[in-house]
Every structure is written in structure tokens, then in C-alpha cells.
């Protein structure tokens, strides 16, 4: 039970509050997606939605406690996709490519192979002490990165647009490599991801639903989220709380992520997108054409 001891530092330990008071609570909003969906047309529908979305973050976490090291790596490799499509903003396919592996890499297997001494206490307090297949993946991933990254170089020399992407991927795998590794997360999950989730989310709502709804809503489910993960923390005693505290934070918040990139990255963007689509094209007639 002590093999796993962790001591965090006052920092880290208010990284940690950060993402869980910050970053955490921009999952909320996956009930307004849903609603914007069609989960908010009956009682039935949006009973159905939190049903499944509860279930699968279930299975997640039966799935960490049952292969906690390979569900540590997967959790890891969806992040990356997930953090990725948040941030690229390229138009053509390859610098899009290029931007989602390296912007959703750096600040998963980037922090990882920067700050491999401090991050592998943590993983092992994660993964029971398997957290081997998670450091070798990135020991693989980071060499392949620094080439990709010379290559975005390039394509940033060519096309001006991509430079203040790259200036900020630049700028972040600096300060990844300065920080400890929780700091350096929690500034990239809860300003730079958080708040371009945030902005385009509201972006695509904010025509569809009232503020007061969307927000009153994504209070109901951030404070459903922190009282069972305070439940949680206040009923397990193992003697290492601060192992205790990463855990729940991070098992939870791949138990969340899972259901949340499916919403988000799978089903909103198809279907505002097919939606768009649909719309009908309305030609203005004047007089003059009836004429």
C-alpha cells in the first residue's frame, strides 16, 4: 500500500485544486450538447443520455482498476487526439495532421519525456507501480515529435498562418520543460484547452439555448462530479491522501474524458456540420428578375 508513496509540493498541490475547480467543470457542459443534440426533447431522452454517459465513465474505471497501466496508456494516446483537434487550426490536411499530433503530444508525452523523473512517482501512484508501457510509449512518441516538429517549421516558413500556432507550441514546450509537471499541465488544461473548448462550444450554443439554462445546467453537473469525487476521497484511508487525491482526480478525469470526446469530437461537430448542410439555400427574387 506504501510502495506508492507521494509527497506533493504546495504547487502541485494547487495545480491539482485548478483542475478540478477549473478545468473539470468544462465537461459540464456536455449536458447542454446533448440538449442541443435532441436529449433535452423529453424527460425520457435526457435520462437515457446521462444513463450512457454515466455507463461508459463506469466502464472506464473499471477498466483502470482492472489493467490500470494499459488503461493509463490509452487514456494517454485519446488525450493527445482529443487536446489535438482543440487546438489545430490549419486548413490544409497535412499541417492539420501535423498540428493535432504535436499541440495534443506536447502537453501529454511531451510533459511525460521533459520531466520523466518527476512525472514516473506519479504514473506509479496512477498505475500501482505499472506504469512502464505509458513511459516507453513516450520514450517512442517525443523523437518522433522533434522530427514532426522540424517539419512544421517548415510548413510555418511557407505559410504565415500557421506561425502563431507554432510560436505558441514554442512557447509551451518551454515552459513544460521549466515547470513541474503537474503546474505545466494544469496551465495548458485549464487556460489554453479549457478556453478554447469553452469559446467554441458557447460559439456553436449560443444560438440554440439561453446562457442562464446552459450554465445553471453545468453547475448541476460540476457539483454532482465534485461531491462524489469528495465521497470518494473522504472514504478511502490508504495513508498516502495526496496519492489518493491524484488518483481520483485523474481516474475521474479519464472516466469523464472518454464520454466527452465522443460527444464532442464524434457526434456535435458531425451533426452541426450535416445540419448546416440541410439548411436550404434561399435565393432573393426582385421584380425586376420576375420581370
Given at each position: 500500500?506504501?510502495?506508492?508513496?507521494?509527497?506533493?509540493?504546495?504547487?502541485?498541490?494547487?495545480?491539482?485544486?485548478?483542475?478540478?475547480?477549473?478545468?473539470?467543470?468544462?465537461?459540464?457542459?456536455?449536458?447542454?450538447?446533448?440538449?442541443?443534440?435532441?436529449?433535452?426533447?423529453?424527460?425520457?431522452?435526457?435520462?437515457?443520455?446521462?444513463?450512457?454517459?454515466c455507463?461508459?465513465?463506469?466502464?472506464?474505471?473499471?477498466?483502470?482498476?482492472?489493467?490500470?497501466?494499459?488503461?493509463?496508456?490509452?487514456?494517454?494516446?485519446?488525450?493527445?487526439?482529443?487536446?489535438?483537434?482543440?487546438?489545430?487550426?490549419?486548413?490544409?490536411?497535412?499541417?492539420?495532421?501535423?498540428q493535432?499530433?504535436?499541440?495534443?503530444?506536447?502537453?501529454?508525452?511531451?510533459?511525460?519525456?521533459?520531466?520523466?523523473?518527476?512525472?514516473?512517482?506519479?504514473?506509479?501512484?496512477?498505475?500501482?507501480?505499472?506504469?512502464?508501457?505509458?513511459?516507453?510509449?513516450?520514450?517512442?512518441?517525443?523523437?518522433?515529435?522533434?522530427?514532426?516538429?522540424?517539419l512544421?517549421?517548415?510548413?510555418?516558413?511557407?505559410?504565415p498562418?500557421l506561425?502563431?500556432?507554432?510560436?505558441?507550441?514554442?512557447?509551451l514546450?518551454?515552459a513544460?520543460?521549466?515547470l513541474?509537471?503537474?503546474?505545466?499541465?494544469?496551465?495548458?488544461?485549464?487556460?489554453?484547452?479549457?478556453?478554447?473548448?469553452?469559446?467554441?462550444?458557447?460559439?456553436?450554443?449560443?444560438?440554440?439555448?439561453?446562457?442562464?439554462?446552459?450554465?445553471?445546467?453545468?453547475?448541476?453537473?460540476?457539483?454532482?462530479?465534485?461531491l462524489?469525487?469528495?465521497a470518494v476521497?473522504?472514504?478511502?484511508?490508504?495513508?498516502?491522501?495526496?496519492?489518493?487525491?491524484?488518483?481520483?482526480?485523474?481516474?475521474?478525469?479519464?472516466?469523464?474524458?472518454?464520454?466527452?470526446?465522443?460527444?464532442?469530437?464524434?457526434?456535435?461537430?458531425?451533426?452541426?456540420?450535416?445540419?448546416?448542410?440541410?439548411?436550404?439555400?434561399?435565393?432573393?427574387?426582385?421584380?425586376?428578375?420576375?420581370?
Amino acid at each position: 500500500m506504501m510502495t506508492n508513496l507521494i509527497l506533493l509540493d504546495t504547487a502541485s498541490l494547487i495545480a491539482l485544486l485548478f483542475v478540478v475547480l477549473i478545468g473539470l467543470p468544462h465537461g459540464a457542459f456536455d449536458g447542454a450538447i446533448a440538449n442541443h443534440l435532441g436529449a433535452g426533447r423529453s424527460l425520457a431522452a435526457g435520462m437515457k443520455f446521462i444513463a450512457i454517459y454515466c455507463a461508459v465513465a463506469l466502464l472506464v474505471i473499471a477498466i483502470w482498476l482492472i489493467a490500470p497501466g494499459l488503461t493509463l496508456t490509452l487514456f494517454l494516446i485519446i488525450s493527445m487526439i482529443h487536446f489535438g483537434r482543440g487546438d489545430a487550426a490549419a486548413e490544409s490536411q497535412p499541417a492539420l495532421l501535423i498540428q493535432i499530433l504535436l499541440h495534443g503530444g506536447l502537453p501529454i508525452f511531451g510533459i511525460i519525456y521533459l520531466q520523466q523523473d518527476s512525472v514516473t512517482p506519479l504514473f506509479n501512484a496512477l498505475t500501482d507501480g505499472s506504469s512502464d508501457l505509458a513511459l516507453s510509449l513516450a520514450e517512442i512518441i517525443a523523437p518522433l515529435m522533434t522530427a514532426m516538429t522540424a517539419l512544421y517549421v517548415l510548413l510555418a516558413f511557407r505559410d504565415p498562418s500557421l506561425r502563431p500556432r507554432l510560436a505558441e507550441f514554442i512557447l509551451l514546450a518551454i515552459a513544460f520543460a521549466a515547470l513541474p509537471p503537474l503546474i505545466g499541465f494544469a496551465v495548458y488544461f485549464c487556460i489554453i484547452h479549457t478556453g478554447r473548448h469553452m469559446r467554441r462550444i458557447w460559439h456553436m450554443l449560443s444560438s440554440s439555448a439561453s446562457p442562464r439554462g446552459v450554465f445553471s445546467q453545468a453547475a448541476g453537473f460540476t457539483i454532482a462530479s465534485w461531491l462524489v469525487g469528495a465521497a470518494v476521497f473522504f472514504g478511502i484511508d490508504s495513508g498516502n491522501p495526496e496519492a489518493e487525491l491524484l488518483k481520483i482526480i485523474f481516474i475521474g478525469l479519464a472516466a469523464l474524458t472518454v464520454p466527452h470526446m465522443i460527444l464532442v469530437d464524434g457526434f456535435f461537430p458531425r451533426t452541426t456540420v450535416s445540419k448546416i448542410a440541410r439548411q436550404p439555400i434561399r435565393v432573393k427574387v426582385t421584380q425586376q428578375d420576375d420581370e
